[in-house]
């Protein structure tokens, strides 16, 4: 099941933020969410080795850090694409990726400071 800033994000082409019945951001769904971070990050476990460098040179990543097998590299930008073509380019799968960036959810806590309550009707 879909929630309500899923539904928005997808439906709608300018959103409000409305917090104590004044409005405290109108944009796009993506100008919402660009005001709390622009950073992403792409998580995936490579299925051969796989030297940092190649991706730490790359001028859209701004960390590459390990934990475990996993890879989790942080940057902006056309991140997703960037990582993905240096591992085609050196024939290294990407088990598991998962590209991950802020959200309306998000959006709406940075700016309002609180959590939106989802069971509100």
Same mark, same amino acid.
Not at 16 to 43: F, M, S, Y
């Given at each position: 099941?879909?929630?309500?800033?899923?539904?928005?994000?997808?439906?709608?082409?300018?959103?409000?933020?409305?917090?104590?019945?004044?409005?405290?951001?109108?944009?796009?769904?993506?100008?919402?969410?660009?005001?709390?971070?622009?950073?992403?990050?792409?998580?995936?476990?490579?299925?051969?080795?796989?030297?940092?460098?190649?991706?730490?040179?790359?001028? +859209?990543?701004?960390?590459? +850090?390990?934990?475990?097998?996993?890879?989790?590299?942080?940057?902006?930008?056309?991140?997703?694409?960037?990582?993905?073509?240096?591992?085609?380019?050196?024939?290294?799968?990407?088990?598991?990726?998962?590209?991950?960036?802020?959200?309306?959810?998000?959006?709406?806590?940075?700016?309002?400071?609180?959590?939106?309550?989802?069971?509100?009707?």
């Amino acid at each position: 099941m879909l929630d309500r800033f899923t539904i928005a994000e997808r439906l709608c082409d300018r959103l409000a933020i409305i917090d104590g019945g004044k409005i405290v951001a109108l944009d796009t769904p993506t100008g919402l969410v660009a005001h709390v971070d622009t950073e992403q990050k792409v998580r995936f476990r490579p299925a051969s080795a796989l030297d940092d460098t190649l991706l730490t040179v790359l001028p +859209e990543v701004t960390s590459v +850090e390990r934990h475990g097998r996993q890879v989790v590299v942080t940057g902006t930008g056309n991140l997703v694409h960037a990582v993905t073509s240096v591992l085609v380019q050196h024939q290294i799968v990407a088990m598991d990726l998962r590209a991950e960036q802020a959200s309306l959810d998000d959006a709406f806590i940075a700016l309002t400071g609180r959590r939106f309550d989802h069971s509100a009707q």
